[in-house]
Protein backbone atom coordinates (compact mmCIF):
# COMPACT_ATOMS: atom_id res chain seq x y z
CA UNK A 1 0.00 0.00 0.00
CA UNK A 2 1.30 3.50 -1.42
CA UNK A 3 1.76 5.63 2.12
CA UNK A 4 -0.28 8.45 0.06
CA UNK A 5 -2.92 7.44 -2.59
CA UNK A 6 -4.33 10.11 -5.18
CA UNK A 7 -7.12 9.51 -7.94
CA UNK A 8 -4.77 10.01 -11.35
CA UNK A 9 -7.62 11.18 -12.77
CA UNK A 10 -8.42 12.74 -15.15
CA UNK A 11 -11.05 14.94 -13.66
CA UNK A 12 -12.91 17.63 -16.60
CA UNK A 13 -14.90 20.11 -15.18
CA UNK A 14 -16.44 22.86 -16.68
CA UNK A 15 -15.33 26.57 -16.03
CA UNK A 16 -16.85 28.13 -12.82
CA UNK A 17 -17.40 24.75 -11.34
CA UNK A 18 -15.97 23.92 -7.58
CA UNK A 19 -13.10 21.12 -8.06
CA UNK A 20 -12.63 18.56 -4.69
CA UNK A 21 -9.13 17.21 -5.30
CA UNK A 22 -8.88 14.33 -3.11
CA UNK A 23 -6.16 12.09 -1.53
CA UNK A 24 -5.75 9.48 1.91
CA UNK A 25 -2.87 8.48 3.47
CA UNK A 26 -1.71 5.63 5.52
CA UNK A 27 0.97 6.72 7.68
CA UNK A 28 -0.10 7.80 10.94
CA UNK A 29 3.24 10.02 11.26
CA UNK A 30 2.06 12.56 8.97
CA UNK A 31 1.43 16.27 11.02
CA UNK A 32 1.38 18.61 8.19
CA UNK A 33 0.26 18.30 4.49
CA UNK A 34 0.88 20.19 1.01
CA UNK A 35 -0.94 20.76 -2.27
CA UNK A 36 1.20 21.62 -5.22
CA UNK A 37 0.05 22.60 -8.77
CA UNK A 38 2.04 21.40 -11.38
CA UNK A 39 1.49 22.05 -15.01
CA UNK A 40 3.07 20.58 -18.33
CA UNK A 41 6.94 19.89 -17.90
CA UNK A 42 7.44 22.80 -15.42
CA UNK A 43 7.90 22.48 -11.82
CA UNK A 44 5.39 21.56 -8.80
CA UNK A 45 4.86 25.11 -7.28
CA UNK A 46 3.24 24.96 -3.63
CA UNK A 47 -0.21 25.96 -3.16
CA UNK A 48 -1.02 25.67 0.25
CA UNK A 49 0.09 23.70 3.58
CA UNK A 50 -1.98 22.97 6.82
CA UNK A 51 -0.17 21.48 9.85
CA UNK A 52 -3.72 20.19 11.85
CA UNK A 53 -6.76 19.20 11.71
CA UNK A 54 -9.65 21.44 9.93
CA UNK A 55 -9.69 24.14 7.00
CA UNK A 56 -6.92 26.05 5.73
CA UNK A 57 -8.49 29.04 3.22
CA UNK A 58 -6.35 31.03 0.85
CA UNK A 59 -8.40 32.73 -2.28
CA UNK A 60 -9.86 30.23 -3.76
CA UNK A 61 -8.15 27.41 -2.74
CA UNK A 62 -8.95 25.90 0.44
CA UNK A 63 -7.47 22.48 1.79
CA UNK A 64 -9.01 20.30 4.66
CA UNK A 65 -7.45 17.64 6.25
CA UNK A 66 -9.15 14.87 8.49
CA UNK A 67 -7.17 12.86 10.73
CA UNK A 68 -9.24 10.71 11.97
CA UNK A 69 -9.98 8.95 8.84
CA UNK A 70 -6.07 9.83 7.21
CA UNK A 71 -8.71 12.02 4.38
CA UNK A 72 -7.03 15.53 2.94
CA UNK A 73 -8.84 17.32 0.03
CA UNK A 74 -8.59 20.54 -1.88
CA UNK A 75 -11.30 22.33 -2.99
CA UNK A 76 -10.80 25.08 -5.93
CA UNK A 77 -13.85 27.41 -6.11
CA UNK A 78 -14.90 28.99 -9.57
CA UNK A 79 -12.97 27.05 -11.58
CA UNK A 80 -10.86 29.28 -14.24
CA UNK A 81 -9.24 27.04 -17.51
CA UNK A 82 -5.91 28.47 -16.41
CA UNK A 83 -6.55 25.62 -13.13
CA UNK A 84 -6.07 23.09 -15.24
CA UNK A 85 -2.41 21.33 -14.44
CA UNK A 86 -1.51 18.26 -12.07
CA UNK A 87 -2.39 18.79 -8.27
CA UNK A 88 -0.24 16.51 -5.88
CA UNK A 89 -0.73 16.00 -2.41
CA UNK A 90 2.11 15.21 -0.12
CA UNK A 91 2.43 14.26 3.53
CA UNK A 92 4.98 15.54 5.77
CA UNK A 93 6.49 13.63 9.20
CA UNK A 94 8.13 16.03 11.66
CA UNK A 95 9.87 13.44 13.37
CA UNK A 96 11.69 11.65 10.56
CA UNK A 97 11.74 14.80 7.88
CA UNK A 98 10.21 12.58 5.80
CA UNK A 99 7.89 13.73 2.97
CA UNK A 100 5.41 11.31 0.86
CA UNK A 101 3.55 12.76 -2.35
CA UNK A 102 1.28 11.16 -4.09
CA UNK A 103 1.15 10.47 -8.07
CA UNK A 104 -0.90 13.44 -8.74
CA UNK A 105 -4.19 13.92 -10.27
CA UNK A 106 -4.64 15.82 -13.61
CA UNK A 107 -7.19 18.57 -14.00
CA UNK A 108 -9.11 19.52 -17.28
CA UNK A 109 -11.08 22.98 -16.64
CA UNK A 110 -13.37 23.51 -20.38
CA UNK A 111 -13.70 27.26 -21.00
CA UNK B 1 13.74 36.83 -4.07
CA UNK B 2 14.95 34.21 -6.95
CA UNK B 3 13.10 30.47 -6.65
CA UNK B 4 14.97 27.38 -7.08
CA UNK B 5 17.14 27.33 -9.89
CA UNK B 6 18.14 24.09 -11.97
CA UNK B 7 21.17 23.87 -14.80
CA UNK B 8 20.54 23.28 -18.06
CA UNK B 9 17.13 22.99 -18.66
CA UNK B 10 17.53 20.55 -21.16
CA UNK B 11 20.44 17.81 -21.41
CA UNK B 12 20.52 15.12 -24.25
CA UNK B 13 23.16 12.35 -23.81
CA UNK B 14 23.52 9.04 -25.27
CA UNK B 15 23.49 5.59 -23.43
CA UNK B 16 26.39 4.44 -21.23
CA UNK B 17 27.41 8.83 -20.68
CA UNK B 18 27.48 10.49 -17.60
CA UNK B 19 25.06 13.44 -16.91
CA UNK B 20 25.87 16.46 -14.24
CA UNK B 21 22.59 18.10 -12.96
CA UNK B 22 23.12 21.56 -10.71
CA UNK B 23 20.57 23.12 -8.28
CA UNK B 24 21.07 26.33 -6.43
CA UNK B 25 18.16 26.33 -3.62
CA UNK B 26 15.99 29.54 -2.29
CA UNK B 27 18.89 32.01 -0.33
CA UNK B 28 19.04 30.41 3.79
CA UNK B 29 17.77 27.69 2.70
CA UNK B 30 19.58 24.57 4.11
CA UNK B 31 18.42 21.14 2.50
CA UNK B 32 18.25 20.15 -0.93
CA UNK B 33 16.03 17.44 -2.48
CA UNK B 34 16.53 15.10 -5.98
CA UNK B 35 13.54 13.80 -7.64
CA UNK B 36 13.15 11.89 -10.57
CA UNK B 37 9.79 12.32 -12.44
CA UNK B 38 8.91 9.87 -15.56
CA UNK B 39 6.66 10.83 -17.79
CA UNK B 40 3.09 10.05 -16.59
CA UNK B 41 4.71 8.85 -13.02
CA UNK B 42 4.72 10.77 -9.89
CA UNK B 43 8.13 12.31 -8.09
CA UNK B 44 10.48 9.37 -6.83
CA UNK B 45 12.48 10.64 -4.24
CA UNK B 46 16.23 10.20 -5.61
CA UNK B 47 18.58 12.00 -2.27
CA UNK B 48 18.19 14.23 0.43
CA UNK B 49 21.13 16.92 1.63
CA UNK B 50 21.30 19.05 4.58
CA UNK B 51 24.34 20.82 5.69
CA UNK B 52 26.35 19.30 2.85
CA UNK B 53 25.79 15.37 4.54
CA UNK B 54 23.49 13.00 2.35
CA UNK B 55 20.47 12.53 4.97
CA UNK B 56 18.56 10.08 3.06
CA UNK B 57 18.58 8.41 -0.25
CA UNK B 58 15.52 6.67 -2.55
CA UNK B 59 15.26 3.53 -3.99
CA UNK B 60 17.72 4.27 -6.72
CA UNK B 61 21.16 2.14 -7.45
CA UNK B 62 24.33 4.01 -6.69
CA UNK B 63 25.07 5.09 -10.46
CA UNK B 64 22.83 8.02 -9.08
CA UNK B 65 24.73 10.31 -6.55
CA UNK B 66 25.24 13.87 -5.45
CA UNK B 67 26.57 16.37 -3.54
CA UNK B 68 26.24 19.76 -1.68
CA UNK B 69 28.27 22.60 -1.88
CA UNK B 70 29.47 24.92 1.15
CA UNK B 71 26.89 27.56 -0.36
CA UNK B 72 24.37 24.96 -0.44
CA UNK B 73 24.34 24.33 -3.71
CA UNK B 74 23.97 20.88 -4.92
CA UNK B 75 24.86 18.57 -8.38
CA UNK B 76 23.14 15.33 -9.44
CA UNK B 77 25.83 12.94 -11.23
CA UNK B 78 23.86 9.81 -13.32
CA UNK B 79 26.86 7.35 -14.33
CA UNK B 80 26.32 5.17 -17.06
CA UNK B 81 23.31 6.71 -18.49
CA UNK B 82 20.31 3.91 -19.45
CA UNK B 83 17.22 4.57 -21.57
CA UNK B 84 15.10 4.80 -18.90
CA UNK B 85 17.27 7.65 -17.16
CA UNK B 86 15.10 9.80 -19.21
CA UNK B 87 12.93 11.68 -17.24
CA UNK B 88 12.41 14.92 -15.45
CA UNK B 89 14.65 15.46 -12.53
CA UNK B 90 13.47 18.08 -9.88
CA UNK B 91 15.12 20.01 -7.07
CA UNK B 92 13.67 21.14 -3.96
CA UNK B 93 14.71 22.50 -1.03
CA UNK B 94 13.59 23.66 2.30
CA UNK B 95 14.50 25.58 5.26
CA UNK B 96 16.31 24.32 8.03
CA UNK B 97 13.19 22.84 9.54
CA UNK B 98 11.14 24.49 12.02
CA UNK B 99 9.29 22.75 14.86
CA UNK B 100 9.98 19.45 12.29
CA UNK B 101 8.50 21.64 8.96
CA UNK B 102 9.62 20.81 5.92
CA UNK B 103 8.03 22.36 3.42
CA UNK B 104 9.83 21.48 0.36
CA UNK B 105 9.73 24.40 -3.04
CA UNK B 106 10.49 23.38 -6.34
CA UNK B 107 13.06 23.86 -9.22
CA UNK B 108 11.20 23.96 -13.26
CA UNK B 109 13.49 21.06 -13.44
CA UNK B 110 16.39 19.44 -16.09
CA UNK B 111 14.78 17.49 -18.72
CA UNK B 112 16.95 14.45 -19.23
CA UNK B 113 16.74 12.53 -22.38
CA UNK B 114 18.51 9.22 -23.30
CA UNK B 115 19.12 8.52 -26.61
Known amino acids: QKEVEQDPGPLSVPEGAIVSLNCTYS??????FMWYRQYSRKGPELLMY????GNKEDGRFTAQVDKSSKYISLFIRDSQPSDSATYLC???????????FGAGTRLFVKA | EAGVTQSPTHLIKTRGQQATLRCSPISGHTSVYWYQQALGLGLQFLLWYDEGEERNRGNFPPRFSGRQFPNYSSELNVNALELEDSALYLC??????????????FGAGTRLSVL
Open chain 1, 27 to 32: NSAFQY
Open chain 2, 92 to 105: ASSPAAVGGLNIQY
Open chain 1, 50 to 53: TYSS
Open chain 1, 90 to 100: AGGDTGGFKTI
